[in-house]
T-cell receptor, first 116, second 116 residues
Framework: KAGVTQTPRYLIKTRGQQVTLSCSPISGHRSVSWYQQTPGQGLQFLFEYFSETQRNKGNFPGRFSGRQFSNSRSEMNVSTLELGDSALYLC???????????????FGPGTRLTVL | KNQVEQSPQSLIILEGKNCTLQCNYTVSPFSNLRWYKQDTGRGPVSLTIMTFSENTKSNGRYTATLDADTKQSSLHITASQLSDSASYICVVSCPRNTSGTYKYIFGTGTRLKVLA
């Protein structure tokens, strides 16, 4: 069974630009979550999509947005990039069971975004 | 304030030795606690998930314990191997007041190095 894939793996952008990252979940998984990881802040939760609807959201500004397609693939968009957006962006998929305790998340390798 | 603190920040042990990593949290209300292993340059891998009613859970040589009264968790690694060298992240999730949503509070991780 193929794992979670993320594209691209590496990306370099300049301030003010926008970027779109893509995530393909494990087949059969309906939930996709996005995380930002930086050396200073560690892992932070961005949002979660389930059946094309955002059902959970972290504390990030509106410049960070996402969507999920009918095949469960998800995209994350960051507009008006800032230097502080440089980070590893991780996507995780899960079956999406409502009982949080039983839902194991499987992470992709991440997209390393550098903003110059 | 909801916080998750992990100790030690870093740890060096010899191959074959056991070690214990700590996670203390002040999160309330509590839904579940997860331990992840993250190899350098890769996404985190789930080791264990525990709800408040579970005191211990094992995954091979990894055993997590949870004391919901003192709000402490530990991850014990038995007979360490070189491949155990990684960062170990503790994550606590708690339900929000709004129906069905929850938030994740991440620890900053413990970096473990196993030497031959």
């Amino acid at each position: 069974k193929a794992g979670v894939t993320q594209t691209p793996r590496y990306l370099i952008k300049t301030r003010g630009q926008q970027v779109t990252l893509s995530c393909s979940p494990i087949s059969g998984h309906r939930s996709v979550s996005w995380y930002q990881q930086t050396p200073g802040q560690g892992l932070q939760f961005l949002f979660e999509y389930f059946s094309e609807t955002q059902r959970n959201k972290g504390n990030f500004p509106g410049r960070f947005s996402g969507r999920q397609f009918s095949n469960s693939r998800s995209e994350m968009n960051v507009s008006t990039l800032e230097l502080g957006d440089s980070a590893l962006y991780l996507c995780a998929s899960s079956l999406g069971k409502w009982r949080i305790g039983s839902d194991t998340q499987y992470f992709g390798p991440g997209t390393r975004l550098t903003v110059l | 304030k909801n916080q998750v603190e992990q100790s030690p920040q870093s740890l060096i042990i010899l191959e074959g030795k056991n070690c214990t990593l700590q996670c203390n949290y002040t999160v309330s209300p509590f839904s579940n606690l997860r331990w992840y292993k993250q190899d350098t340059g890769r996404g985190p891998v789930s080791l264990t998930i525990m709800t408040f009613s579970e005191n211990t859970k094992s995954n091979g040589r990894y055993t997590a314990t949870l004391d919901a009264d003192t709000k402490q968790s530990s991850l014990h690694i038995t007979a360490s191997q070189l491949s155990d060298s990684a960062s170990y992240i503790c994550v606590v999730s708690c339900p929000r007041n709004t129906s069905g949503t929850y938030k994740y509070i991440f620890g900053t991780g413990t970096r473990l190095k196993v030497l031959a």
